[in-house]
């Protein structure tokens, strides 16, 4: 029997499987405005509690937008700070006052009215990024509904055990961030696109998503079972059976994630990127052997800079969730784009090339003591490695293991217990390429930050959208420079890891597995993916067919593209 | 009172983030500030306001600005629009 299918936009990354729960519609915002109007209200009974509602739908929205903050950072925060602008926006509640005063109407209706004015007005628009935000707006109003009834703050009936697949029409930021985000599998959203803020928060918390499903809705409802690819778009029909099957070739715990895996494979350690002590449940979840990329700006963005106590704690945590697989820390990488409020740091021209994180590190030695300090301390929790940014020269390198080695006596003479650290290096600048086989005599480790090392190899800033197809992955500079490393490591006896966007590019597998990788660090997301894609390469294969020394040999990389296609799959 | 034309240099436009940042930098301000484009002429503080104007990468509006800080006011926000741009976002 054909499996029925769905086709729709993968907006987040990722395969999930299992049973769905469809989340109840919300409240209608923005059907027709309210025909008649009772004229005999008091208006201003009618303004005090629209104001009372305003007021605590800011109240809750300020507390998502601090967990979003505290977990995910400013840039995903910045979703209910512009919901919370609404709130205090002449053009959106002030004109529902207007409306309450001129109309005399019910607080309800002065909401629905303005907010049908609003998403007709936008509905208009002909870019899709402002046509989207139809979806915020809507979201707002029906807080507002919410607290201008008897109910109150939504309560969604989430099951309470399980873990499941939403089903939902449409996904506000204020329903996606309330559902227990350990325990969603997926998302189906029928309406929305990748710039959908629901799609962004499912990518921030790594939850693979699917939305606009222009077709067949009403029979996807039905589904009791589905599985779905978050990076192709589709959905399928589980049978019950096949289900059963899914299910039984677990092994352990109740993750959908790892019957699809199969195996670890060959050799190769597959770690996570994370970025607070708030993704340890990603760890679990998507059974990361390890975190390869402990990024540790977030403890740095908040207003005040963070104690040597706060940071043990925000490392020690980590390392205790990770154990007995190795934790790498990487050192302070402020700067460039990341902009901390605490450090007050002044503008540069060029930030990219500019004092950031190791050289900011060596112009405040305070901060870069305090860190030193803080992750020998929480080393003493379990495998833990630190690394060090943004290394152009040997001498960098050198005097950063001196502050490492100040750090652990200052440490000890405090009578803190420590463990044992591996000593690594980031290579993302082709300095440090060119200098590998003698960095390599001094470090545990090597690992690869694919991102800058791209931007600053072929001089492109990918944020700028004008340049944006000249960074290239698959350029055969960039590949000939990751074999160079990798080599150099290979000589020196030391692991190499990838922690950029490359490492969890399912196309490059056999590419790695050919050069002998040791570890790839991804977002946790990504991981099934990267699993399968390992799963399917034949090692033995690649060496035999000489599979990178042909990728070497490449000019272009559509030339690099097409050997990498024929070994996979 | 200050008026300036400017470009939106950032590709996906003054949407969501960036509307966000222009209105919070705006209210930090006492000055009135308006917002052009073609016939339309809006609230520099509102966000719903800026948002109908619609304003994709590439395109031209005029802001001006109206009060006791409106100096300091216009200088925040070129710097803002010039930093989107440099951003790309």
């Known amino acids: ?569 | 009172m200050i008026t300036r034309e400017m470009v939106i240099g950032n590709k996906s436009g003054l949407h969501a983030r960036p509307a966000t940042l222009w209105v919070q930098t705006a209210n930090r301000f006492q000055s009135s500030i308006r917002l052009v484009k073609g016939e339309r002429d809006v609230d520099g503080k509102s966000l719903l306001a800026l948002l109908s104007l619609g304003l994709s990468g590439g395109s031209t509006f005029q802001f001006s600005v109206n009060g006791p800080d409106e100096a300091a006011a216009a200088e925040a926000l070129t710097k803002l629009v010039a930093e989107l741009a440099q951003k790309g976002e």
């Open chain 1, 1 to 569: 029997m054909d499996k029925k299918r769905w086709q729709g936009i993968g907006a987040s990354s990722g395969y999930g499987a299992g049973e769905t729960w469809i989340l109840p519609a919300g409240l209608p915002v923005s059907a027709e405005p309210p025909e008649s109007t009772p004229g005999s209200l008091d208006s201003e009974s009618q303004l005090a509690r629209l104001a009372k509602a305003i007021e605590i739908t800011d109240y809750d929205l300020a507390q998502f937008e601090e967990q979003v903050r505290s977990e995910k950072g400013e840039e995903v925060a910045q979703i209910f700070a512009a919901h919370r602008l609404l709130l205090g926006d002449p053009a959106f509640t002030g004109e529902m006052s207007l409306a309450i005063q001129n109309k005399h109407c019910l607080a309800e209706q002065a909401v629905k009215q303005v907010t049908h004015e609003a998403v007709t007005m936008l509905s208009a628009l002909e870019d899709p990024y402002f046509r989207e935000r139809v979806v915020d707006i809507q979201d707002v109003s029906r807080q507002l509904l919410q607290h201008l009834g008897a109910k109150g703050k939504e309560e969604l009936q989430f099951p309470s055990s399980g873990n499941w697949i939403v089903i939902a029409e449409e996904l506000t930021p204020a329903r996606t961030i309330s559902l227990p985000k350990d325990r969603v599998i997926a998302f189906v959203v029928r309406t929305g696109g990748k710039t959908s803020h629901a799609a962004i928060l499912a990518r921030t918390y790594g939850i693979p998503a699917v939305v606009g499903i222009n077709s067949g809705w009403e029979e996807l409802r039905e589904q009791l079972l589905v599985e779905l690819d978050g990076d192709q778009g589709w959905i399928s029909a589980l049978s019950k059976e096949d289900w059963e099957a899914l299910k039984s070739k677990q092994t352990a715990g109740h993750s959908t994630e790892q019957v699809f895996s199969g195996g670890i494979p060959l050799g190769i350690t597959l770690a996570a990127n994370i970025g607070s002590p708030s993704d340890i449940s990603l760890i679990h979840r998507f059974k990361a052997q390890g975190v390869g990329l402990y990024r540790t700006e977030f403890l740095f963005m908040a207003d005040a800079l963070p104690t040597e106590e706060e940071q043990v704690e925000a490392y020690a945590e980590v390392i205790v969730a990770c154990f007995p697989s190795l934790t790498v820390i990487r050192t302070l990488d402020i700067g460039g784009d990341k902009r901390a409020p605490a450090l007050a740091l002044p503008d540069e021209k060029n930030p990219f090339l500019g004092v950031r994180a190791l050289r900011l590190c060596f112009k405040r030695p305070e901060l870069f003591e305090t860190q030193l300090r803080a992750i020998w301390r929480a080393s003493a929790a379990g495998p833990t490695a630190v690394m060090f940014p943004m290394i152009s020269s040997l001498e960098e390198l050198v005097k950063a293991k001196e502050y490492l080695e100040e750090a652990r006596k200052a440490v000890i003479r405090q009578g803190h217990a420590i463990g044992s650290l591996q000593v690594g290096m980031m290579i993302e600048i082709p300095a440090a390429v060119w200098l590998a086989g003698k960095l390599a005599k001094l470090v545990d480790f090597f690992s690869i930050g694919t991102n800058d090392l791209i931007q600053y190899a072929l001089a492109v800033d990918r944020e700028n959208s004008e340049v944006a197809d000249l960074y290239q992955v698959y350029h055969p500079a960039v590949l000939g420079m990751i074999a160079q490393v990798a080599r150099a490591a290979k000589q020196a006896d030391i692991w190499i890891g990838i922690c950029g966007e490359a490492g969890g590019d399912d196309r490059l597998a056999p590419f790695f597995m050919g050069l002998g990788i040791d570890e790839l660090s991804m977002a946790p997301g990504v991981l099934p993916k990267m699993r399968t894609a390992l799963a399917g390469v034949d090692k033995n294969q690649i060496i035999r067919e000489g599979v990178v020394d042909r990728i070497l040999d490449c000019a272009t990389a559509v030339e690099v593209v097409k050997i990498l296609e024929a070994y996979q799959k």
